[in-house]
T-cell receptor, first 111, second 115 residues
Framework: QKEVEQDPGPLSVPEGAIVSLNCTYSNSAFQYFMWYRQYSRKGPELLMYTYSSGNKEDGRFTAQVDKSSKYISLFIRDSQPSDSATYLCAMNAGTASKLTFGTGTRLQVTL | GAGVSQTPSNKVTEKGKYVELRCDPISGHTALYWYRQSLGQGPEFLIYFQGTGAADDSGLPNDRFFAVRPEGSVSTLKIQRTERGDSAVYLC?????????????FGSGTRLTVV
């Protein structure tokens, strides 16, 4: 079993929809949680960073962490065609330098 | 430069050959990371440098893989006796310090194809 599980999709939604992306994890030592966006043939780009449990909002994006359930989410409001990309969750324990990534969810926002 | 630069962007090599992949981090970033991303997968950690030294090389898959950062800026990932299974996108990232708690900036990667 992988340390981080993420549905690969693809997920297709109409423009303006609310998108929910999720990851589960098994390592209880993970404390720092990130969401990256990756366009085709580009490197991952950091979208959201959260520490421990709770919510964080940045514009149309909201990240949620529930450490008791080992479950993290990214919500995208008013989705746009430009949001079409692969979304990767990533996390680490804080004491190590390496991130453990999910497989990524491919999102397609249609007109 | 403004971002992390990786060269070449694409590399096709024959099985058994030696390859070098270069990463030029953001100026002033002391931490540098190499990840490998296979098709349909998330990036997998290879090695982390803090300055000139490899602080964590636990992700290197075997002794055919080696990386250096002699002056604490540019890094080179070296792969000997390449195998078809080495085909992947090799990503480099850098940060001001240990960026694990803040995220870091990735380059666009080198797409390696071993034929």
């Amino acid at each position: 079993q992988k340390e981080v599980e993420q549905d690969p999709g693809p997920l297709s939604v109409p423009e303006g929809a609310i998108v929910s992306l999720n990851c589960t994890y098994s390592n209880s030592a993970f404390q720092y949680f990130m969401w990256y966006r990756q366009y085709s043939r580009k490197g991952p780009e950091l979208l959201m960073y959260t520490y421990s449990s709770g919510n964080k909002e940045d514009g149309r994006f909201t990240a949620q962490v529930d450490k008791s359930s080992k479950y993290i989410s990214l919500f995208i409001r008013d989705s746009q065609p430009s949001d079409s990309a692969t979304y990767l969750c990533a996390m680490n324990a804080g004491t190590a330098s390496k991130l453990t990534f999910g497989t990524g969810t491919r999102l397609q926002v249609t007109l | 430069g403004a971002g992390v630069s990786q060269t070449p962007s694409n590399k096709v090599t024959e099985k058994g050959k030696y390859v070098e992949l270069r990463c030029d981090p953001i100026s002033g970033h002391t931490a540098l990371y190499w990840y490998r991303q296979s098709l349909g997968q998330g990036p997998e950690f290879l090695i982390y440098f803090q300055g000139t030294g490899a602080a964590d090389d636990s992700g290197l898959p075997n002794d055919r893989f080696f990386a250096v950062r002699p002056e604490g800026s540019v890094s080179t990932l070296k792969i000997q006796r390449t195998e078809r299974g080495d085909s992947a996108v090799y990503l480099c990232a850098s940060s001001l310090r240990d960026g694990s708690n803040y995220g870091y900036t990735f380059g666009s990667g080198t797409r390696l194809t071993v034929v």
